[in-house]
C-alpha cells in the first residue's frame, strides 16, 4: 500500500456503536477524506451526521452530489442515495438499483473508492446483518488498497465482517480498539498547521 489518500467505511446493524468507537478517535489534524455507508431505511430520516458532529473533532456532514472531496472530512451517505467517489476529488450521488438489497451500498462506495484511489485506499467492514461490502472489500484488495474487517466475535451483527473475511482473505482482522489505533497512526494523516 502506498501512503493512505482516503478511508471508506461501510456497515449497517450495530453501526453506531462501532462507528462511536472509531469516528471520535480520529485526531482533529486527520487529514484523510472518510467516506461512510450505513444501511439507513429508505423514507427515514439520517441523524448520523448530526450525532457524529457532536462527538467527532473532524467536520462531519452528509454527502451531497457533487461534492469536493476535501482532507479531514467525514462524509456519511445520505438515505437512499448510493455514494460515489467520482474522482478523487469529487463524490457523485445515484438512485441505481438496490445492491445486497441496500441503497446506499458499502459495495458502490468501495467499488468506485478502489477505482478512484487504488494503493492509496483503507477500506473497513464493520458490523452488519447482510453481505454487503464483501466484493467491494475484494476490489479494495485487487487494487492494492488496505482491508480491513471488524473482528466478528465482537461485531453486534457478524455476518457482514464473516462475509467480507470470506471475499478478502487478505483482510486484516482487528478488533475495534485496533481499528482506531491503526487509523490514528496512518502516515501522512495530519494537516499541515
Known amino acids: ?16 456503536q462501532a462507528l462511536m468507537a472509531l469516528l471520535p478517535a480520529l485526531p482533529a489534524d486527520f487529514a484523510l477524506p472518510v467516506f461512510v455507508v450505513v444501511h439507513v431505511p429508505p423514507g427515514r430520516r439520517n441523524a448520523l451526521a448530526a ?17 469536493p472531496i476535501q482532507p479531514g472530512i467525514v462524509y456519511f451517505a445520505p438515505p437512499d442515495y448510493h455514494l460515489l467517489v467520482e474522482t478523487p476529488e469529487s463524490l457523485a450521488l445515484s438512485t441505481d438499483e438496490a445492491v445486497s438489497f441496500s441503497r ?44 480491513i474487517v471488524q473482528d466478528p466475535a465482537e461485531a453486534q451483527a457478524d455476518f457482514m465482517p464473516r462475509a467480507a473475511i470470506a471475499a478478502a482473505p487478505a483482510a486484516r482482522v482487528l478488533g475495534l480498539a485496533q481499528i482506531a489505533g491503526l487509523l490514528s497512526g496512518l502516515p501522512a494523516c495530519r494537516l499541515a498547521p
Open 51 to 67: 450525532l457524529f458532529a457532536e462527538t467527532c473533532g473532524l467536520t462531519v456532514r452528509e454527502a451531497e452530489d457533487k461534492d
Open 1 to 16: 500500500m502506498n501512503a493512505p489518500r482516503a478511508v471508506a467505511i461501510g456497515a449497517s446493524a450495530g453501526a453506531v
Open 104 to 147: 446506499p451500498a458499502v459495495d458502490v462506495l468501495f467499488e468506485t473508492a478502489a477505482a478512484a484511489y487504488g494503493t492509496g485506499l483503507v477500506a473497513i467492514v464493520l458490523t452488519g446483518a447482510n453481505a454487503d461490502g464483501a466484493a467491494g472489500l475484494r476490489c479494495v484488495v485487487q487494487a492494492g488498497g488496505l482491508a
